[in-house]
């Protein structure tokens, strides 16, 4: 294990052991977060593969042949009604969704100058709306800040296309008039199945793993390659931490926290005597 100067061991494995190695190591940005649907879950947006509850398991209406096919670019073209429609509720800012305790942490990480970066494979913005400055935030399958006509590359005005979705397949603000606009079906920039992941992925992959002392992996089945790949980044010494309902230990963390993640936040914080992420999540109800 670790040889570098100010290695800090994890003189235990468990929660107290984690909030004393982050108290006691220097105070440098070496923390990477890997955020999935389970951070977000509090705030009421389902993830995917939770039994039951995830998003997947409540696609009837929209007869498709497999749950993935709506986020597949030819299902999409042959028929996009399944896709605007879940985008109408996805589309950040529009069902009013707050950031989650885990969010606020994650943010404090930042302020208190711990963290190196945010990959999210989340497309809810809620990272940025909790604080979190954007230059942190990796959003490894896309967002919906951007816009492109998958026919012809064309970049669109986001607010456009989700003036559009907003205004359904008819009339002349709807999305089959943006497509006669712009000469094919117009898609927000979220990642699906078989597309590129953006370049500032592969980038601060590359960048920022060989920094990083403590991998915090926050609400994800770490089923979604090449995200999937990254908790194999970090040097030897890096300490890997679970946060997740599911056990996904074949990934070999150091610390698996099972259960929901705010739980396992607000004992996190307590320990570590921030109580002004308690305060802000209770200030914003
Ligand atoms: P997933 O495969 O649905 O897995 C979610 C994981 O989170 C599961 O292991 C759950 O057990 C766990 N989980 C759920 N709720 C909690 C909770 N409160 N506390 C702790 N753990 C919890 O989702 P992934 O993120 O792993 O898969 C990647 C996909 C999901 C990405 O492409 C995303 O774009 C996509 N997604 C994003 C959102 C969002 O932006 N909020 C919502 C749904 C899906």
């Given at each position: 294990?670790g040889?570098s100067q100010d290695?800090v061991p994890l003189?235990?494995r468990c929660?107290?052991?984690l909030?004393?190695?982050?108290?006691?190591?220097?105070c440098?940005r070496?923390?990477i977060v890997?955020a999935g649907a389970g951070?977000s879950?509090?705030?009421?947006?389902?993830?995917?593969r939770?039994p039951?509850?995830?998003l997947?398991?409540?696609?009837?209406k929209?007869?498709l042949?497999?749950?993935?096919?709506?986020?597949?670019l030819?299902?999409f073209r042959?028929?996009?009604?399944?896709?605007?429609?879940l985008a109408r509720?996805?589309?950040?800012?529009v069902?009013?969704?707050?950031?989650?305790?885990t969010h606020?942490f994650?943010s404090?990480?930042d302020?208190?100058g711990r963290?190196?970066?945010c990959f999210?494979?989340n497309?809810d913005?809620?990272?940025r709306l909790?604080?979190v400055?954007?230059?942190r935030v990796?959003a490894a399958h896309g967002?919906?800040?951007?816009?492109?006509?998958?026919?012809n590359g064309k970049?669109?005005?986001?607010?456009?296309?989700?003036?559009a979705?907003?205004s359904?397949?008819?009339?002349?603000?709807?999305?089959?008039?943006l497509r006669?606009?712009?000469?094919?079906?117009?898609?927000?920039?979220?990642?699906?199945f078989?597309e590129?992941l953006p370049?500032s992925?592969?980038k601060?992959?590359t960048?920022?793993?060989?920094?990083?002392?403590?991998?915090?992996?926050?609400?994800t089945?770490?089923?979604v390659?090449?995200?999937?790949?990254?908790p194999?980044e970090?040097?030897g010494?890096?300490?890997k931490?679970?946060?997740?309902?599911?056990?996904?230990s074949?990934?070999?963390?150091d610390?698996s926290?099972?259960?929901d993640?705010?739980?396992?936040?607000?004992e996190?914080v307590t320990r570590?005597?921030?109580q002004?992420?308690?305060?802000?999540?209770a200030?914003s109800?």
């Amino acid at each position: 294990r670790g040889l570098s100067q100010d290695f800090v061991p994890l003189k235990s494995r468990c929660i107290k052991g984690l909030a004393d190695w982050i108290l006691t190591s220097p105070c440098q940005r070496n923390i990477i977060v890997l955020a999935g649907a389970g951070a977000s879950t509090a705030a009421g947006i389902p993830d995917f593969r939770s039994p039951g509850t995830g998003l997947y398991d409540n696609l009837q209406k929209y007869n498709l042949p497999t749950p993935e096919s709506i986020f597949s670019l030819d299902y999409f073209r042959k028929a996009p009604d399944a896709f605007y429609e879940l985008a109408r509720d996805l589309w950040p800012g529009v069902q009013g969704y707050r950031p989650t305790l885990t969010h606020r942490f994650i943010s404090t990480l930042d302020r208190k100058g711990r963290l190196l970066r945010c990959f999210t494979q989340n497309i809810d913005g809620l990272e940025r709306l909790a604080g979190v400055p954007s230059e942190r935030v990796v959003a490894a399958h896309g967002s919906f800040d951007t816009a492109t006509c998958v026919r012809n590359g064309k970049s669109v005005p986001a607010e456009e296309l989700r003036q559009a979705v907003l205004s359904g397949k008819e009339g002349p603000g709807g999305w089959q008039s943006l497509r006669e606009k712009y000469g094919g079906l117009v898609k927000p920039d979220i990642v699906f199945f078989g597309e590129n992941l953006p370049a500032s992925f592969f980038k601060h992959r590359t960048l920022d793993f060989c920094k990083c002392q403590l991998l915090l992996v926050i609400g994800t089945s770490l089923s979604v390659y090449p995200f999937a790949d990254l908790p194999r980044e970090p040097p030897g010494s890096c300490i890997k931490v679970l946060m997740n309902r599911e056990d996904i230990s074949e990934f070999g963390f150091d610390i698996s926290l099972l259960g929901d993640c705010d739980e396992h936040v607000q004992e996190l914080v307590t320990r570590l005597g921030w109580q002004e992420v308690l305060k802000e999540m209770a200030d914003s109800k």
